[in-house]
């Protein structure tokens, strides 16, 4: 197989971002790690971060958008599905733009580490600011407060365990080098 | 008459990623000849290379999973188009042995609507035609069904509904008899003889349904493949299942403990949407005791791993309790004392090289001894310590499971479907190996005649229960 | 795991057009966000729990006011307090705590909040999936994006189940003689995450292959086996929408 095959293959890019999506799904959904705080966290920013260091910018961000909304929806939270979406999908967008920046070839994820880690916090901010601002505007400013310190630390866990576990995948599954389009 | 479809000098070797950059050959200079309307037969030990060969065949190898490939597949004389697949999809099917991996949609009916779709079939007949090939396989009624509610079989006669609605000309076939029951393994046998097309099916085992079946025996081995007669074919195929004899010295390390269950009763999720299958399984007596291997067998879905689930410890019963050695033992527990190797070798798989993989092992042992432990236990399962486990056969990923638990050394073992993409001679090594320290064995397995080949005693599932049986009934 | 979101019954909502009532949930949604009466707000929620209550039961329609409640009670704390100028209407040694005007916020919010939930909700429990799939397309969606979706469904259950038996394998695995209660420790998520991933990876050529065997990627037009069927007539599902938009519309805007 060539790069040019790859390149224009349809079926591929849907493959790679339907199974993403999927795996986005479950592991919003799945395990969920029980906090201090109020309620638990979720796994999604993990895979989030994992596709954008492994997949680039548009899989992550397709991935991290409907995984999220999907996840939405069949959790029981259709309200947020659409404000998931953007706000899942920018965070995926950005993390994986800003860690390949300045990266000539390969994925993002063999970018240096704190360049891995920029994207990674943009991130960060960005899905809990964006999950602010939405709640901001659907429950008021100041009940939308409470929900910072948790999106923080479900975000920043997926930063670290999307580092930690994109460096085992590459290891422990070389082709999946060929996959990234 | 000219050859209908033909393999030409074909070679492949999948991509080394790491030290090497072409791994061994797979194939080398294989050519076959097939004639139109003709039905072959081609049989291979597991890993001997069939499911490669047919993806090359089919066109679906190497496009998406590197690898080296020289030589032709002709089919009437012009090589297929490797760089646009869909121009085969109305004259070649394939029917993969690995199911789930041709499943794309979220109804049966639109499953088998699939494919036609892509054929611009008019809407009213493509319908029609989605109607007719369901029902043909019973599965009419799970038109609007999740095919993933379905059970294994249902599964793979959706399969061969989807490969009857297209009615390509051309169909090849890797093991598709597998998971089918009696019935419906006639059923196909029927419309394999009534099919007015090129047929060519893969298979690792002895299939009766091979009597008076196919034109042409072929036996792929090696990297090469051969033609045969009937006769030949099969008793080669066996000799290379049978393996060598074993010579495993016995160790006294696990003695005189014993797990039982006593009126047990286990609550069982149905797989299908069958409802004649029933919720709970019932034990009245189970005894397992360290040196013995006893055999687990039962029909597709009667709840041999549900059973597994709960000896393991991943699982609670409803009633009643386990003990071990005399004394109850709770399941969180047991997770310490009873191993069991999942059917699907891969779900362990996550570190890149053997080595590590058994070292993981080990992480807990405070022993000085674990690089000759891991040395020896590659040794003993044919692995080599630098190999990167996703990159190795199947076969020898289930080695590497059995690896793993090697050094593990649990008082008791089961073993999910051991003698499953492997020849009946590594599995009984494999056995052996795990019962080498005096470990319980339990081998779940559909073949009766291993089962009395490998085990002392058996449970047999009849109806929701689990009851003693002679070994191999 | 679960996927079906839809839940079978009879009556107007599901009978109403996939589309039209997508349009009329997005527009409604839309139209509860500018000023309004907090009375009128509280009429059409209650009409809307009763729509709701016909459709599916009494205990199915408290569900989303369950996931609610938690949010609620914080905006209910937060907000009056937060806007304590205006008309008092709770005084406590001579400290106001509630006033008309932050009673008024908190109800139009929490009302807002629960009207799109419940339109959205009732949307999902009467549209199949596969239909709400088809209606996005309808509306200009691609069929490679609809595809994408109608896949990631398929594979939610397939991997949802593989990583439980990851996660049990490495259970078993990890387990020794001093295991405590807990099966699943959180030190054991690297290698499961790792696993379940390299899985899911491993799924994807033969996931692309498989497309192009049954004939995709040609580019070239489709048929279509399902498609959606207004029951009387399109025209008269969108001539429904706009009835039920405008009355709102009018409602809100009355007083």
């Given at each position: 197989m060539n790069e040019k095959t790859k390149s224009k293959s349809p079926a591929l890019s849907i493959a790679l971002m339907s199974i993403l999506t999927a795996v986005v799904v479950v592991f919003t959904i799945f395990p969920r790690i029980p906090t201090p705080i109020h309620g638990y966290i979720n796994l999604s920013d993990v895979i989030i971060t994992f596709s954008a260091f492994l997949f680039g910018p548009w899989v992550a961000a397709v991935a991290g958008g409907l995984g999220t909304g999907i996840a939405d929806i069949i959790g029981g939270f259709p309200q947020w599905a659409v404000f998931s979406f953007l706000i899942h999908g920018l965070q995926g967008l950005l993390i994986a733009l800003i860690a390949r920046?300045?990266?000539?070839?390969?994925?993002?994820?063999?970018?240096?580490i704190y360049m891995q880690i920029l994207g990674g916090v943009v991130g960060m901010v960005v899905m809990t600011g964006g999950y602010y601002l939405v709640g901001g505007f659907l429950y008021g400013f100041k009940p939308a407060l409470v929900e910072i310190p948790l999106n923080l630390l479900q975000s920043g866990v997926g930063v670290v365990l999307g580092i930690v576990v994109s460096k085992g995948v590459l290891k422990a599954y070389p082709p999946v080098r060929s996959l990234a389009l | 008459m000219s050859d209908y479809f033909c393999l030409s000098d074909l070679s492949f070797s999948y991509k080394g990623y790491g030290k090497t950059e072409k791994l061994p050959p797979?194939?080398?200079?294989l050519s076959l000849r097939v004639k139109e309307g003709s039905r072959t037969l081609i049989l291979g030990p597991p890993d001997s290379g069939k499911t490669t060969l047919a993806r090359i065949a089919c066109g679906l190898l190497p496009r998406y999973i590197e690898g080296y490939l020289t030589g032709k597949v002709l089919l009437k004389g012009e090589e297929i188009p490797a760089s646009e697949p869909w121009l085969l999809a109305d004259k070649l099917t394939y029917t993969g042995q690995n199911v789930q991996e041709q499943l794309l949609m979220t109804t049966c009916g639109d499953e088998v609507a699939f494919p036609l779709e892509s054929l611009a079939i008019e809407r009213q007949a493509l319908i029609e035609r989605v109607e007719e090939s369901l029902n043909s396989w019973g599965l009419l009624k799970y038109k609007d069904v999740n095919p993933q509610e379905l059970s294994g079989g249902e599964r793979k006669r959706l399969l061969l509904a989807v490969t009857a609605a297209i009615d390509a000309p051309l169909w090849i076939m890797d093991?598709?008899?597998?998971?089918?029951d009696e019935q419906w393994r006639q059923e196909l046998k029927k419309r394999l003889l009534e099919k007015k097309g090129t047929v060519i099916v893969f298979a690792s085992r002895y299939i009766k349904e091979a009597d008076s079946l196919f034109d042409n025996y072929y036996l792929l081995n090696d990297t090469r493949l051969s033609e045969e007669s009937r006769a030949t074919a099969f008793s080669k195929l066996q000799a290379l299942d049978r393996g060598t004899a074993l010579n495993i010295k016995m160790e006294k390390f696990h003695q005189n403990r014993e797990l039982r269950c006593e009126q047990m009763v286990i609550g069982h999720e149905r797989?299908?949407?069958?409802?004649?299958?029933?919720?709970t399984l019932k034990i009245d007596r189970f005894s397992l005791k360290t040196g013995e291997v006893v055999a687990l067998v039962g029909p597709n879905g009667a709840g041999k791993s549900t059973f597994s689930r709960v000896l393991c410890g991943l699982k609670r019963p409803q009633q009643g309790s386990i003990t071990l050695d005399g004394e109850s033992i709770a399941s969180s527990k047991r997770l310490a004392q009873v191993a069991y190797l999942f059917q699907n070798p891969d779900y362990g798989i996550f570190l890149s090289s053997v080595e590590q993989e058994l070292g993981w092992s080990l992480r807990h042992s405070a022993v000085h001894s674990k690089q000759e432990q891991i040395a020896s236990a590659a040794k003993l399962f044919d692995l080599n310590l630098d190999e990167n486990p996703s990159m190795m056969s199947y076969g020898k990923r289930k080695q590497l499971q059995g690896a793993v638990y090697y050094i593990l050394n649990r008082p008791f073992v089961i073993i999910d479907e051991v003698d499953s993409g492997i020849t009946s001679g590594d599995a009984s090594k494999m056995v052996a190996l795990l019962k080498q320290r005096g470990s319980a064995v339990v081998v779940i397995t559909h073949d009766r005649s291993f089962a009395k080949q490998i085990a002392t005693r058996q449970y047999k599932i009849v109806d929701g229960q689990i009851i003693e049986s002679e070994v191999g009934q | 795991m679960n996927t079906n979101t839809f839940i079978a019954g009879r009556g107007f909502l599901y009978w109403f057009d996939a589309r039209a009532k997508l349009l009329t949930v997005l527009l409604f949604s839309v139209m509860v966000f500018f000023p309004s009466q907090v009375v009128m707000l509280a009429i059409l929620m209650a009409l809307i729990f009763i729509v709701a209550w016909r459709a599916v039961t009494f205990k199915q329609a408290l569900k989303p006011l369950r996931t609610l409640l938690f949010i609620l009670v914080v905006m209910a704390l937060f907000i009056p307090l937060n806007r304590r100028d205006g008309v008092a209407l709770l005084v406590i040694k001579s400290y106001v705590i509630i006033t008309k005007e932050g009673l008024n916020q908190f109800l139009t919010l929490a009302l807002r909040l629960l009207i799109v939930t419940y339109l959205c909700t009732l949307y999902i429990w009467t549209t199949p999936m596969a239909d709400i799939n088809l209606s996005f397309r309808w509306y200009g969606l691609s069929y490679k994006v609809a595809l994408t979706i109608t896949l990631a469904f398929r594979f939610i259950p397939f991997i949802g189940e593989t990583f439980t038996m990851i996660r049990d394998s490495h259970s078993l695995r990890s387990a020794h003689g001093e295991s405590e209660g807990e099966k699943f420790h959180i030190k054991d998520l690297v290698p499961t995450v790792t696993s379940a991933l390299v899985f899911a990876l491993k799924t994807i050529p033969h996931l692309a292959t498989t497309l192009e065997h049954r004939g995709f990627g040609s580019g070239l037009k489709r048929s279509d086996y399902k498609v959606l069927e207004a029951k009387g007539g399109l025209f008269i599902h969108f001539l429904l929408s706009a009835i039920i938009l405008l009355t709102t519309f009018v409602l809100l805007n009355s007083i």
């Open positions: 920046a300045g990266l000539k070839k390969g994925v993002p994820g063999d970018a240096k | 797979v194939l080398k200079d093991e598709p008899f597998d998971d089918l797989r299908s949407t069958d409802s004649t299958l029933p919720f | -």
